[in-house]
């Protein structure tokens, strides 16, 4: 079983940074694709961003040029810097790892956005 655990959340005022962090219990590069989800109260889970293992990336319309993944393999540790923080990126953020075979989730980490 793979455990990810989130980390970095946190409080910050709008146009602030927070660097989110999720720590792998298996090398990374296992694993097909590596992403950020979020989900803000009385919403559904949406993909933010994500990183293929070739190190390709794509984002959410709403997060590009703010939002930033990457890796290093070396800690089994993907990242998520987040600039130019806007109240609506308040939502709890959940690492993903994704096979062909096995889809894995962490605990989530919150990240709240004020005015």
């Known amino acids: 079983q793979v455990k990810l655990v989130e980390s970095g959340g946190g409080l910050v005022q709008a146009g602030g940074s927070l660097r989110l962090s999720c720590a792998a219990s298996?090398?990374?590069?296992?694993?097909?694709?590596m992403a950020w989800y979020r989900q803000a109260p009385g919403k559904q889970r949406e993909m933010v961003a994500i990183?293929?293992?070739?190190?390709?990336?794509n984002y959410d319309d709403s997060v590009k040029g703010r939002f930033t993944i990457s890796r290093d393999n070396a800690k089994n540790t993907v990242y998520l810097q987040m600039n130019s923080l806007k109240p609506e990126d308040t939502a709890v953020y959940y690492c993903?790892?994704?096979?062909?075979?096995?889809?894995?989730w962490g605990q989530g980490t919150q990240v709240t956005v004020s005015l």
């Open positions: 298996r090398a990374i590069f296992s694993f097909n694709f």
């Open positions: 990183m293929a293992r070739g190190g390709s990336t």
């Open positions: 993903n790892a994704y096979t062909a075979i096995d889809n894995y």
